[in-house]
Every structure is written in structure tokens, then in C-alpha cells.
């Protein structure tokens, strides 16, 4: 409950500069960024400071991971005047929020996250017994909440970072949404909506309550949203009155699960940098075609003249990511017969991420040649993302009586 109504929420995402971005990033995450960001308003940022949560013996490499990971956005379609883009330490409402969250969150709550035992296990070479890593999944809950983001497009290992989000969402409304004079508020807010509206409310209001009628509660959010002569305050006064509960201060976000990339690495399981089979979005055309060339395919097709099966083999999967049918029949039967040879038949997938990488590297190319138009862009968006967070924070703030 007391969720942004979908179609106008706004969606926020960010990724760790931790290093080049692959195939796997593109087909897994920016494709569905270029496609959401005509649907939604779209927050997108680099986490810089989350990238600092593990990599803070060097951080050095960031801020070179940062710039190219932008330009690789905008080469992969991500529109800078469809979407607001920029760099979280550059928007420093985003540390003020983490701290006033952390005065409510159980400590409980983030050492149950599962994220933090599991990375903890992964990456045994690094120290993250830290205050920094621990919080990290707040300050990813304060990332998404300082814009009331209604729908954050995750992977499933950060579903339980959008749950955390909720969690502490709903315990700052609890704990700060009752105003002594709430219901007087509330009231007085409903008269604001002229009669007729007022009356409708009262009504769905009470079919909610009474009777649990949740279409008469998507009625009066709607109701709520198409009203011109009331402040934010009193929308979000009024969301809460109408579920029974007190003032929304900051909403619960939603996790937009996006579809388990079909992307393979070059070994055939899922592209990761952490399982070393990726191909950098930047790779050279000459590098990507001998990684492509030199990639395992059916172990049990050991001579030229053995038939395979490409159900055994990771550059079938690739097929099944580029190819036509046309070309994919030609692989099954050429395979199975040995009709056809392994090189060639990796040859189309080598045309295809050619075709697919070229234009991006191009685009990628004129971006580094701009720098001071790259800078532009993100300080626009750093600008702009600060005018939503400030908004929010003051309220925040005055929520925790904070507003001197
Ligand atoms: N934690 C995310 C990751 O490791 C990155 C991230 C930080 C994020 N803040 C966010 C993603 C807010 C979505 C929303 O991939
Ligand atoms: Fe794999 Fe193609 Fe060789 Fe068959 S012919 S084993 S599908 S590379």
C-alpha cells in the first residue's frame, strides 16, 4: 500500500563505475532504460558511492569508470533530454537522506539483507567488515526514495534492496506521518477539493475502509492525482487518510523485475565481469572477433567431421540471441550432420555483435571527443535531479522536526 500509481510514476536506476560495460549490461539493462525512458519519467545515475563501498582501497579507477560509463549509455540510446542522468555524489541530499534513514533503520534489517553475507563470501579478498558496506543497501533505499520513485527496474538479486526500501519507507510514514492534528488536516484538506469532489472522496473513503473496496481506493487516488487546487502536502495528507493510516511521507517503491537477460558469456553462462566471458562494449573489432573465434563449443564434437549438438554448445546461445531463422535452421542441421564447421559457423554471430557494437563504439567516439559537452549534460542532470532530492529532503526534514 500506499504505492505511486503506476502510470505516472517516476523510475529510478543506478549502476556501479566499476568497470567497462559489456554485452551483458547493454541486452540486460540499457535496452529496457532506452524503452522506459519514452514511458516514464526516468531518474538513471552512477553510483559512485556505492562503487566505493567495495572498491575504497582504490578508488582510483572510478572516475574514469564513471565518464565512459555514461558515454556508454547515451551510445547505447539513453537519451539525456528524455532522461535525467547523473552522478550521485553529486547530488549530496542523497548522503543527508541515508543519515536520517539510518536514526530509524534496525540494525537487524541489514544484516538480514542477503547481499550482505553472500558479497561478503564472494569477494573474501576484500575488507567488508565496514559501516560503509553494511549501509550500502539504505543508501541505495535513500537513492530511490529522495525521488519518490514509484518503479525501480532491478535484477533479482536487488529485489531485497526495493523490499528494504518499502520497509523503511513505511516506518518513516508511521513514525513521522501522525501529526497530532491529522485528522483536522485531513479534513480540511478534503473541503479544499470543492464540494462535489469532497463528497465523492468521503464516499470512496468509506467504501475502502468499511468494505475493503479496493477499486473504490484506485478511484479516489485518481481523484486525488486530477486535483489542481490542493498542495503536494495535503495529496500526500490526504493518500494516507484515505488507506486510514497517517501522512505519506515518502511512498513505497516497486521493483520492475526486468526480464533475466538472455545474454550469454563467451563460456555460456550468464555474461558477468565476475565469471571473466564478457565482451566490453569497447572491444575492438579485431579483439571481439578472436574472443568469438576462440570460444568453447560442443566438447563432444572433437574432429571436423563428428556431428554436434548445439543444444551442448554456448555459440548456439549466441545465435539464439542474433540470428534469423533462416540461420538458426542452418546451424541445427549443419551441426547435427557435420555439414558445417564451428568456425564458420560462428561466423554470422562475429558479423552480428560487429554490427550491433559498431555503431555504439561510433557514437561512443564522437561523446569522447566532446568532453565538454558530456560534462554539460551531466551537470544539467546533476542540477535537476537536485531540485527533486532538496524537495524532498526539506520535507523529510521537517517530518523529523528538523526545519529550523
Ligand atoms: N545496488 C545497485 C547494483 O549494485 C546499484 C544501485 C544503487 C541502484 N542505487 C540504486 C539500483 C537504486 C537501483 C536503484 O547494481
Ligand atoms: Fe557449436 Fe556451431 Fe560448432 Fe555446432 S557447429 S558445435 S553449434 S559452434
Redesign the pocket.
Known amino acids: 500500500m500506499n504505492e505511486v500509481n503506476a502510470q505516472q510514476a517516476r523510475v529510478?536506476?543506478?549502476?556501479?563505475p566499476t568497470g567497462a560495460l559489456h554485452l551483458g549490461h547493454y541486452h540486460g539493462v540499457l535496452k529496457n532504460w532506452v524503452r522506459l525512458q519514452h514511458e516514464y519519467p526516468c531518474f538513471f545515475f552512477v553510483?559512485d558511492w556505492?562503487a566505493l563501498t567495495t572498491h575504497y582501497e582504490d578508488p582510483t579507477v572510478i572516475p574514469a569508470s564513471v565518464t565512459n560509463m555514461v558515454i556508454d549509455w547515451l551510445a547505447a540510446g539513453v537519451n539525456s533530454a528524455q532522461a535525467t542522468l547523473f552522478i550521485q555524489s553529486q547530488v549530496p541530499e542523497h548522503a543527508e537522506l541515508h543519515l536520517l534513514l539510518s536514526m530509524i533503520t534496525p540494525l537487524g534489517w541489514l544484516e538480514r539483507v542477503p547481499s550482505y553475507k553472500d558479497q561478503q563470501e564472494k569477494l573474501k579478498e576484500k575488507d567488508l567488515a565496514t559501516y560503509g558496506f553494511l549501509g550500502y543497501p539504505l543508501l541505495?533505499s535513500a537513492?530511490?526514495l529522495i525521488y519518490k520513485a514509484g518503479l525501480?527496474p532491478?535484477g533479482e538479486d536487488?529485489v531485497a534492496?526495493v523490499e528494504l526500501t518499502r520497509e523503511v519507507a513505511r516506518r518513516l510514514n508511521h513514525l513521522y506521518g501522525r501529526e497530532p492534528d491529522f485528522e483536522q488536516k485531513s479534513q480540511a484538506a478534503v473541503k479544499k477539493m470543492g464540494k462535489k469532489n469532497a463528497r465523492l472522496f468521503d464516499k470512496l473513503r468509506k467504501a475502502y475502509q468499511e468494505q475493503g473496496d479496493h477499486e473504490a481506493l484506485e478511484v479516489a487516488r485518481a481523484l486525488l492525482q486530477e486535483q489542481q487546487n490542493i498542495t503536494l502536502g495535503d495529496k500526500e495528507r490526504l493518500l494516507g487518510y484515505l488507506e486510514g493510516g497517517g501522512r505519506v511521507i515518502l511512498p513505497e517503491p516497486q521493483p520492475l523485475l526486468t526480464k533475466a537477460s538472455k545474454m550469454p558469456g563467451l563460456d555460456g553462462q550468464k555474461m558477468s565481469k565476475s565469471y571473466g566471458n564478457t565482451i566490453a562494449l569497447r572491444a575492438e573489432t579485431d579483439e571481439l572477433a578472436k574472443q568469438l573465434r576462440t570460444m568453447p563449443t560442443d566438447t563432444q564434437r572433437v574432429r571436423r567431421n563428428d556431428p554436434g549438438d548445439p543444444a551442448r554448445c554456448p555459440v548456439w546461445q549466441f545465435h539464439e540471441v542474433y540470428s534469423d531463422d533462416e540461420v538458426k535452421e542452418w546451424v541445427q542441421q549443419g551441426c547435427r550432420s557435420a555439414g558445417i564447421g564451428c568456425v564458420e559457423c560462428k561466423q554470422p554471430v562475429i558479423d552480428a555483435v560487429i554490427a550491433e557494437l559498431q555503431p555504439m563504439q561510433q557514437r561512443a567516439a564522437e561523446y569522447e571527443q566532446q568532453p565538454e559537452l558530456l560534462h554539460n549534460m551531466i551537470a544539467e542532470g546533476n542540477e535537476k535531479a537536485r531540485e527533486v532530492a532538496r524537495e524532498t529532503l526539506q520535507e523529510v526534514r521537517q517530518a523529523m522536526s528538523l526545519a529550523y
Open positions: 529510478l536506476s543506478g549502476m556501479r553510483a556505492h541505495q537513492d530511490i525501480v532491478v536487488q534492496h
